[in-house]
């Protein structure tokens, strides 16, 4: 197995922290019936090719007495090996954050002369829309909003609902009805303006589930039936789907993996700033409220000066709380300095005297730097309590 973790055999499908995640789900009763199967299934989806599919197959093969006596209180075998189907799913683990995964292929000649000579202007939403279409049918294909819209059955009866029926009035129910009686559903790229879109984005975060369980209904080619569904692991998978895809066509948008606001497009940052942020957001402590408030309102797509100012108070409030700590180790008798800027303009007081004539763009600036210097005190806190 550690041999072609530089394969291709083994680019992932998945973040790498999801492969993680749903071994994990499996590995505590892998004498259970079926648990071979849901493996082979789990690895069907995580991975490009057949190949850790086909090398899972091979432990599984092998003889009953391969499994060692005894187990863990998790009920994994006792010195599993990596000869064992646990102890492959085990190296699976190891090597998770080292797997290739997939990409784009780089432009050929005809697209990178094309940009040379006549640069794209802008982001490219038609683009966008196609990509994100594409992510659908393949998550539909696996059964990924059949929680909310399940199959329908040869077998079943008359009172069945229509996927796409159901599909559309829970969205309706989430965004309203659109002009002229629109259906959502069937989605038809078309019939969309840009907030329709981003609207459907958000909305379909909060609908998918990955099915952990499946059955095959052969009679009349019926097809599989999903079942047990997660959504904490569905919802990893598409917001990395969807912010690759909006990063590759240059719209500067991402769907936020944590905070208040998790799940809904926000303004995205090239650079470690969205690191900063989506680290604050889910640090413990009892002062995660205001800051998860004051990073949801900052990097709301819709954000007025209004609410970069009120991030701003509250970060700043944050701050005011922890002066002591900022005194004594880090700005000694200046710790005031921290506050005054935010004071002498028109930020957390809004007197008369305040200077109000600045650029938002100061805003900006002493946002980032009441959040840099809150994740600054929180390792502070961290490295006095592990003392």
Request: glycine share 8%; with cysteine.
């Amino acid at each position: 197995m550690m041999a072609v973790l530089g394969d291709v055999d083994y680019t992932l499908r998945w973040p790498p922290e999801l492969l993680v995640r749903e071994i994990d789900a499996l590995l505590p009763d892998p004498l259970r019936h079926g648990w071979s199967e849901q493996v082979t299934w789990l690895l069907e989806e995580a991975f490009v090719s057949e190949q850790p599919q086909a090398d899972f197959g091979a432990t599984v093969k092998l003889p009953a007495d391969f499994w060692l006596s005894g187990s863990s209180g998790a009920g994994v075998p006792l010195g599993a090996s990596a000869g064992t189907p646990v102890g492959f799913l085990q190296q699976l683990i190891t090597a998770a954050p080292r797997l290739p995964t997939e990409a784009a292929p780089r432009p050929y000649f005809p697209a990178r002369r094309a940009r040379v000579i006549d640069p794209a202007e802008g982001p490219d939403l038609t683009g966008a829309q196609r990509d994100w279409l594409a992510v659908i049918r393949d998550l539909r294909q696996h059964g990924y909003l059949e929680r909310i819209a399940p199959a329908e059955c040869v077998d079943g009866g008359s009172d069945q609902v229509d996927p796409e029926d159901a599909l559309d009035a829970t969205t309706v129910d989430r965004l309203g009805r659109r002009e002229f009686e629109q259906r959502y559903w069937p989605l038809d790229a078309r019939s969309w303006d840009e907030d329709t879109f981003y609207g459907l984005v958000e909305v379909v975060h909060d609908l998918v589930a990955r099915p952990r369980a499946r059955s095959y209904h052969s009679y009349g080619r019926c097809g599989w039936h999903y079942s047990t569904f997660a959504v904490g692991p569905a919802q990893i998978l598409y917001r990395w789907l969807v912010n690759r895809l909006l990063g590759r066509h240059g719209i500067p948008l991402r769907l936020a993996k944590s905070g208040e606001d998790v799940g809904r497009l926000v303004h995205g940052l090239a650079d470690g700033r969205q690191d900063l942020a989506e680290t604050a957001v889910t640090r413990a402590g009892a002062d995660r409220d205001p800051i998860r408030h004051a990073v949801a309102l900052f990097r709301d797509r819709g954000a007025s000066v209004e609410d970069k100012r009120s991030a701003c108070i509250a970060l700043a409030g944050v701050l005011e709380n922890r002066r002591e700590l900022l005194k004594t180790k880090l700005l000694t008798k200046d710790e005031g300095a921290l506050f005054e800027i935010a004071n002498r303009f028109d930020v957390r007081h809004r007197k008369a005297d305040q200077r109000r004539d600045y650029d938002e763009a100061y805003l900006d600036w002493l946002y980032w730097w009441y959040l840099g210097t809150v994740e600054l005190t929180d390792r502070l806190i961290e490295r006095k309590a592990h003392r």
